[in-house]
């Protein structure tokens, strides 16, 4: 089995393009940060020229690293799933800034339609919720309050970032892998497409949104003079779901956590559509063939980025790894709980005014105390999604982890004693990347399935629950506590 594969991976605070082996072997990794804007309190924007400009650079090194065009197989995409971006047709060029996922200014739009008892009706075709984490109300306050997206008329176009980036690849291409359009709100999941009623709701014409396409297979060719060589693009999904991929997560009831920027848990569900009662959330997996895979998700907007910000805006960390030491250098939390509602709280609470707290300093709290605690809160997140899937019926036999902050064997470890189940973390974490190599793998030949391409997912390793239960007991009490007062 020959031939490179590709992979684009468009993150919140980086741009990243890895090259893989067929067989799962990452070859190389060129990386670049993007610049985040803050305009007002809970705004939060990308440029979206710069996105494009970022990933050109990296995609340029790592073709020239695998010998030229001729040798990549196929490129896979994956990206930041909800953030939206708003383009010029004819040139490719942004219109207006990227509104990124965890940007809050619809929060009252939302709120307004929450109020008009529009919720029911967009969970039950979207399995989504009324939140202005999605896509939807960012596009329809985009056209209401941006005047040149309204000026640019028919040359409008509007896409996450996977379509944004297509569009830019190929010259032209205007689509959208199902399970980046199912986290906009307006595609009615269950059944074909975008849904006029939905387009309506958040005021969002269709003729502005890609098509829906498979999540695999000849998606759409390179302009041949950006790589020396056109090259097929055969593999698309959201971050969240190529993670459930690269993890395996092929049969239902297999379940994986992701701790990147935010953290993100998904359960498998196979091709029954999840209904929850508990405020998660229904998604698609992956579609292949037309045929749609779904799960049921939680999400938690705070995870990597506390870390970024206990190190870069408190200055308790010089390096993220050193949260690790500092957890293991006090017996405990000193009573010390953090709950990191930093853009409000997501699953299963979904309070977007929320806003985040320290609880139970004491003069002989030190700063390891608060890092610790910074920390616990990532086991105790999940806890309380892992309590929302078994009320909906999916309980976790055990969670398959990744992302940056999971090479933290400290805080896996306390995820397997407070979840009080086992943990699986492969030796390659990256599996976002890897979900989307594999996706580009079946779509360009080089596998006949999901099912054949695990095998690049390679070596794992697991922690067990060995945490007394007096203990974990005090925690969720403690953490409990906390999230009473935030909520209040």
Known sequence: MSGK????????????????????????????????????????????????????ACAQ??????????????????NQRETIVFWDKTT??????????????TADM??????????????????????????GSKIGWALSNWPQLKAAGDKLAVGTIESYLVYRLTGGAHISDATNASRTALMAIGSAGWDDGLCDLFGVPRAILPQIVDCAGPLGQ???????????????????????????????????????????????????????????????????????????????FVAGSLMQWLRDDL??????????????????????????????????????????????????AKKAHVVRAALEAMAHQTYDLMTAFAADGADWAEVRIDGGMVAN?????????????????????????????????????????LEEAAIMRGKVERFNPAMANPIRQTRLSGWADALKRVLA
Not at 92 to 105: M, N, T
Not at 119 to 126: D, G, L, S, W, Y
Not at 418 to 443: K, N, Q, S
């Open 315 to 364: 200055g308790l960390i010089e390096r993220a790894s050193d949260s690790e030491g500092l957890a293991r250098s006090v017996a405990d939390n000193g009573g010390v709980y953090l709950v990191p509602a930093l853009s409000g709280l997501g699953a299963p609470h979904w309070q977007p005014h929320a806003r985040g707290a320290i609880h139970g300093l004491s003069f002989s």
């Open 409 to 449: 064997d400290w805080m896996a470890q306390d995820l397997a004693d407070i979840l009080a189940i086992d943990v699986e973390r492969p030796h390659f974490i990256e599996t976002t990347a890897l979900g989307a190599a594999m996706l580009a793998g079946v779509g360009c030949g080089l596998y006949g399935s």
């Open 222 to 300: 390179t302009l041949p003079e950006l790589f020396g060589g056109a090259i097929a693009i055969s593999g698309m999904a959201g971050d969240q779901q190529a993670a459930t991929i690269g993890q395996a997560c092929l049969q239902p009831g297999q379940t994986k956590a992701t701790f990147g920027t935010g953290a993100f848990v998904l359960t498998q569900t196979g091709r029954t559509l999840p209904q929850s009662k508990n405020r998660l959330l229904a998604t698609i997996a992956w579609q292949l063939d037309g045929v749609r895979h779904y799960a049921l998700e939680g999400s938690v």
């Open 5 to 56: 594969i590709l992979v684009i991976d468009e993150g919140t605070t980086s741009t990243r393009v890895m090259l893989f082996e067929a067989d799962g072997t990452c070859l190389g990794s060129a990386q670049k940060p993007l610049t985040q804007h803050y305009p007002a309190p809970g705004l939060v924007e990308h440029d979206a020229e710069e996105i494009w400009t970022l990933t050109l």
């Open 110 to 135: 939302c709120q307004a339609l929450k109020e008009q008892g529009q919720e029911a009706i967009v969970q039950a075709k979207t399995g989504l919720l009324l939140d202005p984490y999605f896509s």
């Open 92 to 105: 490719g060029k942004p219109l207006a800034p990227a509104i990124v996922w965890q940007d809050r200014r």
């Open 61 to 78: 090194e790592m073709v020239t690293k695998a010998g030229g065009a001729s040798a990549i197989a196929g490129i896979g995409i994956t």
